[in-house]
């Protein structure tokens, strides 16, 4: 079992600027199958943006996915965690704040993504959400 974040995060993982639409975000979250981005501006990382926001917070709010800016959405408080965590910090965190996805943060500077599957491969490969995580996408 890894016991440092870096050991499981996924490295550099897909960003988008909190000025863009969330048509835009859906878009790239389509193209390069995944199911979050991290949100940047340009001081730094400011949330994580998931397809379960997009349709929550934007399409059944009736709200117009083309001009609804990606940091209207995005929740207002950053939880995050370094390479050098260990893995424990990262479960407990996404635990207590109800997370699927933590961005993994070097200082300001945005290194990785840490999710509730690479967790579970981790810590009980044969769980299965590991099996889960493990298997191609099914486009």
Known sequence: MSQHVKDIMTNAPLTIDVGSSVTAAAELMRDADVGALVVTDSSGVRGVLTDRDVTVRVVATGNDPATTAVGDIVAPDLVAVSPQDDVATATELMRTNALRR?????????VGIVSLGDLAIDQDATSALAAISTEPPTR
């Open 102 to 110: 933590l961005p993994v943060l070097d200082g300001d500077h945005l």
